[in-house]
């Protein structure tokens, strides 16, 4: 038989003798309640039973191993309220919040295992119908120990009290004097996380007390589902401050404040429950989600708790106001009991195992007690304190990134397994995943942005190459005539000609074949490849014109009309003005190869094609003309040195 829970001790001392050390691990005490007359109308079989005070077994319905499970104390469906009272070892806590310690009791458990029975009792029957002195909880029965305590104590105690609830994600004040309305939840040094505007009721007697809890209970948010007639939809918090003025003490710094002192806090959460199983719908399963959502919080922050390294680094209690209220009592200071409620039925067995298996891990954390804070102490403001701490939880919070990030793939297998014990961690993992993401995104957009900028770079470039080459093509020649290139002098009469086809009539005076659309019959020496739209290298006439070719007349199919000297004199001056160019990129390069580019790298390639074939235009155009035997070895030709850049 395989068993699971807290190492051997007697339960009953463990629990009366409270903090002992610096660690003091959470008590737990598991109650199972009798089958309701519900379940035993369906028939249903009990899967749980308790052997001794300690150990609960737990028989699979279908037969197989039974598991055994082992807490503070285990006490079966014949327990009295009295007995389960006496079995918790509340009055220590009592007696620990005199002496100023921070103590928590708190019910844990399905919907409708009895969580708010064991607390306060079974619901009124009805309007001003008090319930039976034997039913009554955990609660009622430790207020009447305390008063009675405070009484014979001999000294003046200060007793107040304050009741929220936890209704989805929103703090309300159940004691308020008007409707209940959202209070924010803060934090300080001195105090922890705490509710600001929190109404603390002081009170002088039990019946007063019970007043206060009476009205709040008939305030809490409860409605009826299919596994319970009276179930809560709320997380409930009564506190009890318990403050004895030593000539020391020091006085609360405004109304809200709570009195130094200890304080003894009951938590009534409200039951986990499977949307399908209760029949959950609209208003209710939004509720249903968000104390789902809650209490995976809770468990998620007992997990990391039992993580010795999580533990001094970081817990998650912002993750929740749940968690955020009961930081203190988990990992903190306080001194904390659980009660852990099951129901016996065998169709109820996973929600049970959830349970015990969520109170096997709770009885596991371990706490460190602190009494009383030196007086004289004046606390930080809060503002000022809440603003330090949250920026030195952010820092920590940011360095807790950057490592996991760069130890990547040692942590990576331990994250993956750690994220798959619960969903909770899936959700984290999904975090640091965006977050890992988002990083990769800026890094493609910075690039993207480079790329576009050098596309830009590049589109001017060619913008101002052609429109280099229009102007010297179109621009009349004034002044000195250029150079001719056959002759290295003057050309002024012999280019002054009127253009005649070049196969035929070369410049009379330099030799130099003439380009060939100054010819009529330019077709009779164009290269065979231009003219066969499939040879390699084609390039169309009538749709690849240099563009410093003469614009075609309107309407007409003809070639365009003949140049005029101005032309075809500019030729050689615009290839020896680009000879002498040099093209400084004024962007970095770009990576080559088109696939890696994130964004518009086609659209930058095309354009650092462009310059080079309007440069190997030109040079062809040249070399055409050049086709021709030439006058001298020693004559340059036009198209030499422009070689693509
Ligand atoms: N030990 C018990 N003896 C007799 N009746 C019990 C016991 N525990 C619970 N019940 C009854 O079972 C029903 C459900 O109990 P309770 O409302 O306390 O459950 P709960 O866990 O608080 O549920 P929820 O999370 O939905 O609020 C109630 O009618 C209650 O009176």
Redesign the pocket.
């Known amino acids: 038989m395989e068993e699971r829970g807290s190492p051997d001790g007697d339960p009953a001392r463990s629990l009366e003798q409270g903090p002992e050390g610096p660690e003091t691990p959470i008590q737990v005490v598991l109650r199972v309640?009798?089958m309701?007359t519900a379940e035993l109308r369906r028939g249903e079989q009990s899967a749980l039973h308790c052997s001794g005070t300690r150990t609960l077994q737990v028989s699979p319905p279908g037969g197989g191993p039974d598991v055994a499970f082992r807490f503070g104390a285990v006490l079966d469906?014949a327990r009295t309220q009295e007995d389960v009272f006496r079995a918790c070892g509340v009055k220590r806590l009592g007696e620990l919040a005199l002496r100023g310690f921070s103590c928590t009791v708190f019910t844990f458990?399905q919907?409708?295992?009895?969580?708010?029975?064991?607390l306060t009792g079974?619901?009124p029957q009805g309007e001003g119908v008090s319930v039976p002195p034997s039913l009554v909880g955990i609660m009622q029965r430790t207020f009447a120990w305390l008063l009675d305590r405070v009484q014979h104590l001999g000294v003046p105690v200060t007793l107040r009290a304050s009741y929220l609830e936890i209704y989805n994600e929103q703090v309300r004040d159940l004691l308020s004097r008007g409707s209940p309305r959202p209070l924010p939840v803060r934090w300080n040094k001195a105090r922890g996380f705490y509710v600001e505007q929190l109404r603390m009721v002081e009170f002088a007697s039990l019946e007063a007390l019970m007043e206060l809890l009476q009205m709040g209970l008939s305030r809490r948010r409860?409605s009826s589902h299919t596994?319970?007639?009276?179930?809560?939809r709320s997380h409930a918090l009564f506190t009890l401050y318990v403050s004895r003025p030593t000539p020391q003490q020091v006085p609360p710094v405004d109304a809200g404040e709570s009195p130094v002192g200890g304080k003894l806090c009951f938590v009534?959460l409200?039951?986990s429950e499977k949307v399908a199983t209760t029949g959950s719908r609209g208003q209710l399963m939004l509720e249903a989600n968000s104390i789902n959502r809650s209490l995976l919080a809770l468990g998620h922050c007992i997990s990391l708790l039992l993580d010795p390294q999580r533990r001094q680094s970081h817990i998650p209690f912002r993750d929740s106001k749940l968690t955020k209220l009961l930081a203190d009592s988990l990992g903190g200071r306080g001194v904390t009991l659980m009660v852990a409620?099951v129901s016996p039925s065998a169709q109820c067995l996973p929600e049970t195992l959830s349970t015990l298996r969520y109170a096997s891990r709770a009885q596991r954390v371990t706490t460190r007690p602190q009494g009383p804070k030196s007086p004289g102490v004046k606390p930080p403001q809060p503002a000022e304190a809440e603003l330090l701490q949250l920026k030195e939880e952010n820092r920590h919070l940011r360095s807790q990134l950057d490592q996991i990030q760069t130890k990547a793939p040692g942590i990576h297998g331990a994250r993956v397994a750690w994220a798959q014990q619960n969903l909770y961690g899936m959700l984290q993992e999904f975090m640091l995943e965006n977050e890992r993401l988002r990083k990769e995104m800026r890094q493609l957009q910075s690039s993207r942005d480079l790329a576009r900028a050098e596309q830009h770079v590049l589109a001017q470039q060619v913008h101002e190459l052609e429109r280099h080459l229009l102007s010297a093509c179109s621009r009349p020649q004034q002044g000195s005539a250029p150079m001719c290139p056959g002759l290295m002098g003057p050309a002024a009469s012999c280019h002054a000609l009127p253009p005649l086809c070049s196969c035929c009539h070369p410049c009379p005076l330099c030799r130099v074949s003439l380009a060939h659309w100054a010819c009529p019959r330019r077709e009779c020496h164009v290269p065979q490849q231009v003219l066969e739209p499939d040879a390699p290298g084609h390039i169309s006439l009538s749709s690849r014109l240099p563009p410093w070719a003469p614009p075609p007349s309107p309407g007409s199919s003809k070639p365009p009309r003949e140049r005029s000297h101005s032309d075809w004199t500019q030729t050689p001056v615009l290839a020896e003005m680009l000879i002498g160019e040099e093209m400084v990129p004024s962007a970095p390069p770009l990576p080559t190869g088109s696939l890696n580019m994130p964004m518009g790298g086609s659209g930058i390639l095309n354009l650092t094609e462009r310059p080079e074939a309007l440069t190997c235009q030109i040079n062809s155009s040249l070399n055409l003309s050049h086709s021709q035997p030439q006058p001298s070895e020693s004559v340059k030709s036009p198209g030499q040195g422009l070689a693509p850049h």
């Open positions: 309640r009798p309701s469906g458990g919907t409708g295992s009895g969580k708010t029975y064991t079974p619901p409860s596994l319970n007639q009276a179930s809560s009534d409200a039951g409620c």
